[in-house]
């Protein structure tokens, strides 16, 4: 099987967009885990991707903005909101590289009932916003449904210098080019595009989450080993296909 490689930004592997959407304001926080510790949480027909030997966890807050289908505007209030998700890292039987999302939690209801009906995507309506001061950011998660209902999340970075050259772990963590969810029986690859992200480095002032340890996933062992934030990307998705 020959493994796609982790490009900067791929040309885009489909002709029409599902759909379109932007995100602002992303952190990215990252700890590594054994793949044999995640393997049982992904899709069957994937399994954990790996560099040098470990995979990772990722909690990543940002605001989504214009969420709309193929090449029509953006959803008035319904597709701008704030989300929190809990990710994984995941390889097909084709070599393809993707996530795979544990927990999703948005600050939209209707957002949160569409993508869970029409995909088994795990998403969780939650109470959420960030506050800036300066180069401060802190974003606050609680989830009101479903459960476990008062899961919270509250992590603040301060943000720092961009990052001209990205380390083969900050490529590897960003890079991503698609997702893998399980629905109706089979696993699903949604193919997404958007240009080279424009990343900085930032420190972790703050953290106190329950996000991850709801996801099924254990407490993070210490800080973690990876912080990075970024200013946001348009960005567009390809529809789902089941894995061949």
Not at 98 to 115: C, E, G, I, T
Not at 189 to 211: F, G, I, K, T, Y
Not at 219 to 236: D, T
Request: glycine share 10%; hydrophobic share 40%.
């Amino acid at each position: 099987m020959d493994i796609e490689p982790v490009e900067w930004a791929p040309v885009r592997a489909f002709r029409r967009s599902w759909l379109r959407q932007r995100w602002q304001d992303l952190t990215f926080l990252h700890w590594a885990v054994e793949p044999e510790l995640v393997a049982p949480l992904l899709p069957v027909g994937t399994r954990p991707d790996t560099l040098d030997g470990l995979s990772y966890v990722g909690l990543i807050g940002f605001r989504m903005v214009g969420l709309g289908l193929g090449r029509g505007p953006g959803v008035p209030y319904f597709g701008t909101f704030w989300e929190t998700n809990v990710r994984l890292y995941s390889i097909d039987g084709t070599g393809r590289r993707a996530v795979v999302f544990r927990s999703l939690d948005a600050s939209r209801l209707v957002p949160v009932l569409v993508a869970q009906l029409s995909l088994r995507l795990p998403y969780k309506w939650s109470a959420m916003r960030l506050e800036r001061d300066g180069d401060r950011l802190t974003y606050r998660c609680r989830r009101r449904w479903p459960g476990p209902l008062g899961a919270a999340s509250r992590m603040a970075v301060r943000v720092g210098e961009p990052i001209a050259d990205p380390t083969p772990l900050e490529h590897f963590l960003t890079a991503r080019w698609g997702l893998h969810t399980r629905a109706y029986g089979h696993t699903l690859h949604l193919p997404n595009w958007h240009p080279q992200w424009p990343l900085h480095r930032a420190e972790l002032l703050h953290l106190d989450d329950d996000l991850v340890t709801a996801a099924g996933l254990p407490p993070p062992a210490g800080p973690p080993v990876s912080v990075l934030y970024s200013p946001g990307i348009p960005v567009v998705f390809g529809g789902p296909a089941p894995l061949r």
